[in-house]
């Protein structure tokens, strides 16, 4: 199976699988890093519901693992005040109603300010789980509302922080294909009205994915979500947030996932290449 590509056959079911059912109801600079994080991610007691009826292809585990889409989110760019400058963002993302178009590279209505450091085909939609805002909301002390985190979709049932690179998602009518963690930036003190809060985001490892649109089509708050395909391989949006901002020895675990996006191969890739020339230049003996 290519790897930015579904076959015409995992296609046909991820679409039959999606609209047949509907549950109602650059990167960034980081932070001085923390020497210990333990892992805080929520136990969501999921199990894999196989289907029998899908078979499996060389380095691909089908299954589906089911979960909810509550709420969809979007937003436009807005201008503001950050430290007594103008900037601009669209980190400000509110529900709407309905059913919302996934296409090219956005939900319609909505939109990023800095299509260098956000947007394009690899970061198309951003989603969070409901369970990570709960946890978030015992350490602020508030409620958090949907969207609140500038994710376009708020996930339940979930664990969008242990979905594997590559993993495929069915909501609606639309195909996902999990790409890669939130690393994140001023935008989102600001939002949060904290300057801090980026370095807490980071060391709580809770990121959220990005995900690209393979089959575009629409969405809405009550879908299912079926993870329709697992790659096979163990890397986890919360490993490449680990490794980016914890463990960068591990860099090199980035340049074996087929469907890693070409800018966190690019990081892993010099990352590793200035790695090897300060190893170089400290194994050079001196004369004499």
């Not at 196989?50 to 089908?62: A, E, W």
């Not at 939609?125 to 500038?150: C, F, H, K, N, T």
């Not at 009205?193 to 009550?222: C, H, M, Q, S, W």
Request: charged share 25%.
């Amino acid at each position: 199976m290519g790897r930015r590509c579904l076959s015409t056959l995992a296609l046909a079911m991820a679409l039959a699988m999606s609209s047949a059912v509907s549950v109602s109801g650059q990167a960034p600079q980081p932070g001085t890093p923390a020497p210990e994080v333990a892992d805080t991610r929520p136990s969501l007691g999921l199990e894999p519901m196989l289907d029998p009826s899908i078979g499996s292809s060389r380095g691909v585990r089908m299954m589906t693992i089911r979960g909810r889409l509550l709420s969809v989110n979007v937003g436009l760019p807005r201008q503001f005040e950050y430290n007594g400058r103008p900037a601009k963002s669209a980190i400000w993302k509110s529900p709407v109603a309905g059913r919302v178009a996934a296409r090219g590279v956005n939900l319609a209505g909505d939109d990023q300010a800095d299509r260098r450091a956000h947007g394009g085909s690899d970061k198309a939609v951003y989603a969070y789980a409901v369970e990570d805002l709960r946890w978030w909301e015992q350490g602020l002390g508030r409620s958090l509302q949907y969207g609140e985190m500038g994710e376009n979709l708020t996930t339940e049932g979930i664990d969008v922080n242990g979905a594997l690179i590559g993993e495929r998602w069915a909501i609606g009518t639309i195909v996902l294909e999990v790409s890669e963690p939130r690393v994140p930036c001023w935008r989102l003190a600001v939002r949060m009205n904290d300057k801090l809060f980026p370095r807490r985001f980071t060391e709580a490892l809770r990121p959220g994915a990005y995900l690209r649109i393979l089959v575009e089509g629409d969405v809405g708050a009550g879908d299912e979500i079926r993870v329709i395909e697992r790659p096979d391989h163990d890397l986890t949006i919360r490993d490449v947030l680990r490794i980016y901002a914890f463990d960068r020895h591990d860099a090199g675990r980035l340049l074996a996932i087929p469907r890693m996006s070409e800018s966190w191969r690019g990081w892993a890739e010099e990352l590793l290449q200035e790695t090897k020339k300060v190893s170089a230049k400290a194994t050079v003996p001196g004369c004499c």
